[in-house]
């Protein structure tokens, strides 16, 4: 039984190792052809940069990489340990498929823990780092621009959050109204928007349009309005301190965790001499929700994805057995499906991540409870001979 568990998490690491190299230098080459061969063609970064560059870049694609490389790792392995009958000699033997699997999983279990201090740790870091370098050498510095799902709190007496912004072009954009700096007052959203800069004064102007929200009175109540236009200013030298500043999606856990109870403590502090009805209490948790969702989905995102590894495993080695070919191309397009459906999860919920009636931060645990509920149910069968 050792000599078959040695043979097969050997198989299993090899392919691994293989896979993971590939994928990475896969998606390490999108980065590379889109940002970082056009600086060294334009003569903005040297080759050094550059190097430095990729090396940033490494651990953040490892983070997508190593889940897919497990999966189609299993499905090569057991493909080929099926298709060589080797599988059926060791069950002539007496050996079940789940006491041969056992070390497998176990190799999935750790990389799972692998996948979680990536994903909720280095990659985030390694991911600002890569920014704040090209920020250093001036591509982000060529205009102006206000960055995508952070909270920008260089304005003032306001805090904005921008869902999208192509070429200034601002779509999505959430403004909470400070007062004494740390309470909010007032919250207006709007659908769309548009970011110009005035180069006379150096101030950055944000114009909001069809602009609707929730104005608080002196005694207490709230009312609902729609503002129509309006504009928000800021120094030009503020908003670029902001350019450096990470997206949501490049937060560590911590830094989420974090920016989430600052955001809930602005949100949730008591006004003096104020009361509100069940109904105001009930619309204002509403809007509490909403607001800090996009932190509560990144946060989930971050765990979730960590268990990849383990979905992936338990389905790819019953799917291996079944696809019962040694050819490497059939077991990486079946991969490739099988991560699409995964990823595709994922990104459904980052883009609700600002609609909580669909709880976005419960979408991105669909595709775990999938490929583990499945994968149990044919590593099952396959054990039984079914």
Known sequence: MKTLHFYLTRQVVASLVMTVVVFTFVLLLGNILKE???????????????????????????????????????LLTFGRFSADQELTAARAGGVSLLSLVTPILLLSLVLCGVSAYINMEIAPRCRVAYKELFFRVGANLITARLPERTYIKDFAGCIIHVGQNRQNQLKDVLIYVL?????????????????????????VIVDLFDVTGVLALEDGKQMFTHAG?????????????????????????????????????RLSAPKSGRTN??????????????????????????????FACFGFTLIGIPLGIRVHRRETN????????????????????????????WSPHLIVWIPNFLFQGIGAVLLWRANRGL
């Open 36 to 74: 970082i061969l056009s600086l060294l063609v334009s003569r903005q970064a040297t080759l050094g940069i550059a190097v430095e560059a990729v090396g940033l870049l490494i651990p953040f694609v490892l983070a997508f990489a190593l889940p897919m490389g497990m999966l189609t790792a299993t």
């Open 179 to 203: 007062e004494d700096k740390t309470n909010v007052a007032h919250i207006f959203r709007a659908p769309k928007g548009a970011m110009r800069v005035d180069q006379t004064n150096q101030t």
């Open 229 to 265: 236009r309006m504009s928000v200013t800021n120094k030009l030298e503020g908003l670029a301190k902001e350019l450096g500043k990470p997206r949501i999606t490049d937060l560590t856990f911590i830094q989420l965790r974090d920016e989430l109870s600052d955001l809930e403590s």
């Open 277 to 306: 009805s069940v109904a105001e209490l009930r619309e204002l948790e509403k809007q509490r929700s909403q607001l800090t969702l996009p932190l509560r989905v990144q946060m989930h995102r971050q765990v979730a994805f960590s």
């Open 330 to 357: 059939i077991s990486f397009a079946i991969a490739l499906g099988l991560v699409l459906v995964y990823y595709g999860f994922l990104l459904v919920a980052q883009a609700l991540a600002t609609r909580p009636e």
